[in-house]
Structures are given as C-alpha cells and as structure tokens.
C-alpha cells in the first residue's frame, strides 16, 4: 500500500526489537508507577470503583448541570450529555434517580454500590488473567516451538501493557467495556503475529520474500479492522455513546501498537530465529 | 459468471451450507412490519429498548465450619448468640441469613467452641433459586412483560447476587415491585363456606424452611411462628368459633391476595394446647413424598407473602427510557454500516477487482446475518457491547478472507485446483489458530457473568465459529470459482 513506506527487511533483529523494547519498559514502569501508588495499574472506572452515571438524551450545557447537580458529588469532567457521580449513599441515590427523572425523563441511570465494583473488578482480572494464559497455551500448542511462539506471545503481551500504559496517560478508565476491549486485543493481537510466524516456517522460499509477504498481508488485515474500529469510534463519539466510544478507543490504541509489535518485536525476533537456524 | 457455474458451485457442500443457513438466519430473524414500523425476533437489551436492572447482593453468608462439640450444641449456641436464621446446608456448611463480617463472625464461632474454616457472603444455591422463584412469582403476579431474574452463582456454589430485568418499567417502578408484599391472611371458617378474619400476615414473624414431622417420616411441613399478639388473635379466634372443640368443622384457610393457597383442620393435638394457651409456634403440613415437599415449598413462600427469605440490598442498578434506547439502536445501525462501508472502501483500495471485493464484502455480511440468526435463534440479547462485538466481528471477518485471498493468490493468479487446495487449507490453518485464540480468550466472560461482557463474548464466539466453520471455507470455493475464470 502506497503509505507504507516501512521495509520490514532493512533493518538487524537487533534494531528491529529496541524500540519495541524500550517502550515496553517505560510501560511497565508507567503501570508499575500506578500500582504502587494508587493500587490499580491502571485508573479504574464506575464499573470497578463504584459510582453512578447519568446518559442524557439531548445535550445540555455543562453550566447547567453543574448547576442542577450541586449538591451531588459530581465528578469532572462533565460533557453534556454523560455525567458522572462518585459513590454516594442510597438516600443520596434515591433523590438524585429522583431528579433526574424530573429534569431529564429520557435519561439513563447507571449505578454500581462500591462492593459489587470490586466483585467485578475482580472477576475483571481474574479474566484477564485466565484469557491471557489460555491464548498463551493454544499459541504454544500451534508451533510447538518455543521461541516462535514464545515471540508471539510476548508481542501479545507488549500489546496488552503499552495499551494500559496509554490508557492511564491519556486518561481512559478501566471499565468493563475497556476490559471487553483488552481482552480483544488479546484475539487480534495473535492474528496478524500467527500469520507472520505460519508464513516464515510453514512456506517455502526466501526469508526476506515470506517476510514481506506476510507483510504486505499483514497490514491490510489491520487496516481493514482499524476502518471497522475508526468508523464506529467516529459514530460513537458523534453520538456520544460513550460504552462504545471506550471499547473503540482502546481498539484503535491496540491496533496501532499491535502493529509495531508484529513488526518490530515479532519479526524481530523471529528473523533472528531464523537466522540462527541458517536460513537465507 | 452464468448460471451453470452457479449451480457448480451450489454443489459444493460448503456454499450450500453457507446459503442453507443464510436463508435459514433470514427466517430466524424474520423482518417483518408491525404496526408500520420494521420489526425483527432479535431481542435487544436493556440499553437498545427500555427498561431497569437492579441487582441485589445477599445480605447473608455461606460459611465452613469445624467443631469438635456435638453439631446440634454448636449450632444452637450459634442461633442465640447471632440472633439469625442458620441452616446445615452440608456436613459442615452453614447459610447464615444475616450479614456478619468475617472477623466478627469467626470470634463468634470460636466463643461457641468451633472454628470458622471458610467464608462467602451469599447464600446457597436452593436459597437463590428459591428467591428466583419468589421474584418470579411475584413478576408474574403483576403482569409484568418482559421480566428476567437472575441468580449468579460462583464457581463456588454459592450465590451472592441475584439480578433482576424489567422491561418497560422505570427505577422507582421495579424497586416497588421487588419490595412489595403481598397481602397475606388467615381465615377460619364459622357455619358452612362462611369465613371470618383471623390475622394478617404481619403476625407471623418467622418462616421456617420445610422440614419432616415427626423427622425422617417422609410427611412434610412448614413451621411458622406467630407475635405474641397474633397468636392470643389466632386462640381467641379458635375458641370463639369452635375449632378447638370441634376442628374438623372449622377449617382454617390461608388466603394470599384474595387466593386460598392451604387449607386444613386443625390437629387434635394443637385444639387441645390452643384451649389451654396461645401457641406460637406453629407447623402446617402438606402431605408426605415428593408432592408434599412440593406443597411444602410452595407454603413457606405463600407464607413470606413475597418477603424474600434473605434480606437484601441494593447492590447496582440502571434504567434506561425508551426515547434513549431508540436513540442508541439508530446510532448502533449507523455505526454498523459506516463501518461495513469503511471496510468495503480499504478492500476495495488493495484489491481494485468487483470480482474479488464483492464476494468478499457479501461474505462478510453473510456472516453478520448467519450471527445475528442464531443469536434470535438462542434469544441472546443485544445490547450496545454486543454490537461493538459485532463491529469487532465483521473487523476480524474481513481480515481473515485478506488471509485466504493473500494465500491462494500467492504467486501468480490462478493455481491448479491441488496447489489451490493446498494453500486454501494452510490459510484455514492460520485462520483455525487465530480463532482459537480468540475463542479461548473470550470463554472466561462468557462464563463467568460480569454482567453484561457476557452477552459481549458470547456474540464473539459465536461470530468467530460461524466465521471458521461455514462463511470462511464457502469464501476459499466461491473465490476459487472467480479466479478460475
């Protein structure tokens, strides 16, 4: 494709993982930071925190809201049609629910007791974690193999932590629609880096042909899945639907790195493996 | 292409699949126009129509316990130092109905001479679909359409939250009906059909579970115990009308909004107490084996009246308007096709063939209509995660017929059908193992019910199947049969 100016074969398995690699670790210390500090890697959301949250239907200025809201501990920042309250008592809730009714008839309520946040935060985790594990086994199951497939497990990985790390700098919150999304990214993560790694042992040839081969597939299979997830982020974030707008987000952010990822850490590494093993 | 090759190609098994369940999903889905407004089966979620959701966390615990006193000692020093009702739920599990926190309740345990081995708020798994049936009932009673009730069981077995869905019923509206009692009254009959008030059923103060009387005789039961006041009302009552003389005469009914749901005599031995002093422990029997347990367990939640056996509390809830969930489905179609149209364009950008963009794309939507068949099909709601899924799915869709175009096309156009078949089935391989991945990455959600990422996952898996097994493999022969054109 005319704006892909990258040649995967110009550069040393060396030069190719550094950049990957040093991200890496900024995004581990950026999460570490987080850990250590707040307790979650990354800031959690309503879903995981407690909080209720209030969708409107037509917009309303943020003066007004504030306004409106006074006396509930709302939480900036506020848009104007999606606003958002820390963790309050049930009276509390009940008058707010109350008048939201009143001024806004259309709107939708949302709203999670802080103790069934932390159930779901985690059984969020746990989630992750049994996710990450069950990819990890069917990767290694496939190759048989262990550095192709430790390969791409690691890039699966990096895509996971740089993803959080940019979330927590740019202020997405761990939500049950981001987590949905991590655990996406977990799927599309190992596509494009099974592809890779099936084309450089299964086929026959040179390896720098396979490499650009699996390339050039490789990057239209993102593209395409980054036009799906652009579209519904620009609608989702037109219409302020806010559970979509998230996953989008964090899908995009995702795919980005995956492609680093692919074709830096992966194919890095497996260059290297190649060439160990004398290939051509 | 003309219409031989179409047949051709039709005999494949394959894209005869592929179109068998395309028509089939068409069916399952089955658009239609009510009331002058396009209408499918697809059920949507609370957010894509209206409706509340409250989810209720038990205020009671499952607890393990160890103790080297005689069990019966233990447990009846528990009761009086809890103050709570405690049942034997296994050899040594107890449901205590009444929150304790951990610390406090293992102080308790050890006071009494025992220790506290494990502990998890909630209730059994009986207690939790007991409270789903009381719900239900209650839903049914009220006539409200579209109600779901949902315990959530732990890998565990026990249950901590039961979520409730209401349809077309705003906040305020569901925590009514899930609070609301109903009216409960006990009824004595005087001369004939004729009956007369005895109490209501703010006078029983507990319920008992059913049990055996006397124990392991198969006859069932329920006690109950009524207030200091309500049973002087119960024994004056007896004695006024006869039935302590004479109970065979002077049945007595138990009516639960206006309905009798038990009636019987009283027994020889209770006249004969009765006439002496107020009783209030009292035990209704229902008969004996399976029938009479049966009637037992209906009694004792005609006895609660609606009131659930287990305190609870609120523990989330959401409402959505109808105005907003029409808003969000609109939005959920549009972002749908910009992003079918988005796709179309890069395709069509690399490939720049109808002969090969147009399969592919038809393909794709193919599968979305096939996905969206079987989620009619298995009622799976869609709400707005799993429409993100759905984008998510057309996303890898699309890539995975990149794969297989890339593959086949590999080296020149068109490869002899044993070299196509060799590279369709290495494109299927990659495609069987990124699948794979997805399909196991998503099973933990699909389990474990983090409230609505489950309907997300489950429309993953589903679309990534349908995408492997029948629209994938269609695509490889119905592109093999363009390209060998």
């Known amino acids: ?198 084309r450089v042992l299964k086929r026959q040839g040179k390896l720098n042909d396979k490499l650009s081969g699996a390339f050039h597939t490789g990057i239209i299979m993102t593209t395409t899945t980054l036009a799906a997830i652009a579209a519904m982020w620009v609608v989702a974030f037109a219409g302020e639907i806010t559970v979509i707008r998230d996953i989008a987000s964090v899908l995009l952010i995702g795919l980005v790195i995956d492609m680093m990822n692919t074709w830096l850490t992966n194919a890095g590494i497996i260059k290297w493996y190649m060439l160990k093993r004398g290939a051509k | 292409m003309n219409r031989k090759d179409l047949i051709e190609l039709l005999k494949n098994w394959q894209v005869a699949l592929l179109v068998v369940l395309l028509v089939a999903s068409v069916f399952f889905i089955f658009p239609h126009v009510e ?92 207690t939790g679909d007991q409270v789903k049936q009381i719900l239900e009932q209650k839903l049914n009673a009220l006539g409200t359409r579209d109600a779901k009730v949902n315990p959530l069981t732990s890998l565990t077995g026990t249950t901590r939250y039961v979520r409730v869905e209401l349809a077309g ?27 007369e008030h005895v109490l209501y059923g703010d006078a029983i103060t507990t319920v008992g579970i059913p049990s055996q009387e006397p124990p392991g005789s198969d006859r069932w039961g329920v006690s109950f115990t009524l207030s200091q006041e309500g049973a002087a009302q119960f024994r004056d009552a007896a004695i006024r009308y006869g039935a302590t003389t004479d109970p065979e005469n002077h049945w007595l009914d138990m009516v639960l909004d206006d309905a009798m749901v038990y009636s019987a005599p009283l027994s020889a031995d209770l ?40 305190e609870v509390s609120v523990a989330g809830s959401g409402s959505v308007s109808a105005p907003l969930g029409e808003y969000f489905k609109t939005m959920s179609v549009i972002a749908f096709v910009v992003a079918a149209i988005a796709v179309g364009v890069v395709i069509f950008y690399r490939y720049r063939e ?42 890898t869709g699309i890539d995975q017929l990149v794969i297989i175009t890339d593959e086949v096309l590999h080296e020149g156009r068109v490869p002899s059908p044993h070299l196509y078949q060799k590279r369709l089935t290495r494109a299927v391989g990659i495609i069987m193992v990124s699948a794979a991945t997805v399909v196991i990455a998503m099973i933990p959600l699909a389990l474990m019910d983090l409230s609505t990422l489950r309907g997300f996952a489950i429309i993953t898996i589903i679309g990534v199947l349908v995408g492997v097994l029948i629209t994938r493999p269609a695509y490889g022969k119905i592109i093999m049969a363009i390209l060998s054109k």
């Open chain 1, 1 to 198: 494709m005319g704006f892909v100016t990258y040649d995967v074969n110009r550069y040393t398995p060396r030069q190719m993982v550094v950049l990957p690699m040093v991200l890496l670790i900024v995004s581990l210390a950026i999460l570490g930071y987080n850990m250590a500090s707040t307790g979650m890697p990354v800031k959690p959301g309503m879903d995981f925190s407690g909080g209720t949250a209030v969708t409107l239907l037509n917009p309303e200025n943020p003066d007004t809201l504030r306004a409106t809201f006074s006396g509930y501990p709302l939480i900036e920042p506020i848009g104007e049609k999606f606003i958002k309250f820390g963790p309050m008592d049930d009276a509390t809730f009940e008058s707010l629910a109350t008048l939201v009714n009143e001024q806004y008839p259309d709107a939708k309520i949302d709203q999670i007791g802080p103790s069934f946040g932390q159930t779901l935060q985690e059984q969020a985790v746990l989630a992750l974690t049994i996710s990450f594990i069950g990819m990890a086994m069917v990767v290694f199951l496939a190759f048989r193999s262990f550095v192709p497939a430790g390969a791409v497990v690691l890039s699966a990985f990096a895509d996971i932590t740089m993803t959080a790390a940019v979330m927590s700098v740019i202020g997405i919150e761990l939500t049950l629609p981001t987590t949905a999304a991590l655990l996406m990214l977990i799927g599309y993560s190992v596509d494009s880096d099974i592809l890779l790694t099936m």
């Open chain 2, 35 to 126: 009331d002058g407004k396009l209408a499918t089966n697809l059920q949507y979620g609370l957010d894509l129509s209206d409706g509340t959701w409250l989810q209720m966390e038990f205020q009671a615990e499952v607890v393990g316990f160890e103790t080297s006193r005689p069990v019966s000692d233990f447990l009846t020093d528990l009761q009086k130092s809890l103050d709570a009702e405690i049942y034997l739920i296994d050899d040594d599990k107890l449901e205590i109905r009444k929150y304790v926190p951990e610390n406090e309740l293992g102080q308790i345990f050890t006071s009494a001479g025992g220790r506290l081995t494990s502990y998890e708020q909630g209730v059994s798994k009986e």
């Open chain 2, 169 to 195: 019923v705003s906040l305020s509206q569901a925590k009514d009906i899930v609070g609301k009692q109903g009216k409960f009254e006990i009824r004595i009959h005087t001369t004939g059909n004729a009956t």
């Open chain 2, 271 to 310: 006249a004969a107490k009765l006439q002496v002093e107020p009783i209030r422990q009292l035990y209704a029997s229902t008969g004996s084996g399976q029938a009479g347990l049966t009637a037992a367990k209906n009694l004792e939640i005609h006895l609660r009246a609606g009131a659930l056996p287990v």
């Open chain 2, 354 to 395: 109808p002969a090969i963009v147009l399969p592919m794309i038809g393909t794709n939507l193919a599968e979305i209509v096939i996905l969206l068949g079987i989620a009619a099909l298995i009622q799976q709601q869609l709400d707005l995660l799993a429409i993100a899924a759905l984008i998510a799915v057309l996303g």
